[in-house]
């Protein structure tokens, strides 16, 4: 069976960094990529990017380029996304999501990790 | 990019009754190469993360009950639920893959009358 399972909810405060991650399950993680999404409160989707395990090729969104970070350790079948110094308008629920092809839509997702930043 | 329109912004149906979401993008995301309009459809209820309901604009997902259809090329696309049920209370998001930054609609909020 597929599975993504995402780490915890996070409370943070503004300028602390954070690394949350996505574990795949059931299938090659190396060879599917895994898109993230944004979703903040009340709000819709927001493609940020993807992320090749198999050799960590990545490609941004303009508006997320910069501001985050992509990142996997195929040892763990793991993907990462990370932040550096967070805003309150980081807040949202970040999701992962298996991508069969860097051209094709996420297949199955992640419960989602919801990032609140609060000072 | 890309920008994903769709319309309505929220509906509400009767159960059994169609229910359909329009979903237009400001250039085509037809891929000439293979004929396949880089187009999907999710559903998302409260709560929990988005299904994926529908790819290459009209292929239904393993699993989706058939009273989900997608149709549509080039750059307006159409979500039809033949007869409503109220597990399918959520709000639909279209979203093209064909040129990056991919992106979604709005999303459409549906809703029992």
């Known amino acids: 069976e597929v599975q993504l399972v995402q780490s915890g909810a996070e409370v943070k405060k503004p300028g602390e960094s954070l690394k949350i991650s996505c574990q795949g399950s059931?299938?090659?993680?190396?060879?599917?990529?895994v898109g993230w999404v944004r979703q903040m409160p009340g709000k819709g989707l927001e493609w940020m990017g993807i992320?090749?395990?198999?050799?960590?090729?990545?490609r941004y969104s303009p508006s997320f380029q910069g501001q985050v970070t992509f990142s996997a350790d195929r040892s763990i079948n793991t993907a990462y996304l990370q932040w550096s110094s967070l805003k309150a308008s980081d807040t949202a629920m970040y999701y992962c999501?298996?991508?069969?092809?860097?051209?094709?839509?996420?297949?199955?997702w992640g419960q989602g990790t919801l990032v609140t930043v609060s000072s | 990019d890309i920008v994903m329109t769709q319309s309505p912004d929220s509906l509400a149906v009767s159960l059994g009754e169609r229910a359909t979401i329009n979903c237009k993008s400001s250039q085509s995301v037809l891929d000439s190469s293979n004929n396949n309009n880089n187009l999907a459809w999710y559903q998302q209820k409260s709560g929990q993360p988005p299904k994926l309901l529908i790819y290459w604009a009209s292929t239904r997902e393993s699993g989706v009950p058939d009273r989900f259809s997608g149709s549509g090329s080039g750059t307006d696309f159409t979500l039809t639920i033949s007869s409503l049920q109220a597990e399918d209370v959520a709000v639909y998001y279209c979203h093209q893959y064909y040129d990056t930054p991919y992106s979604f609609g709005q999303g459409t909020k549906l809703e029992i009358k």
């Open positions: 992320i090749y395990p198999g050799d960590s090729d990545t």
């Open positions: 059931g299938y090659s993680f190396t060879s599917y990529w």
């Open positions: 999501a298996r991508t069969p092809y860097s051209s094709s839509p996420g297949d199955y």
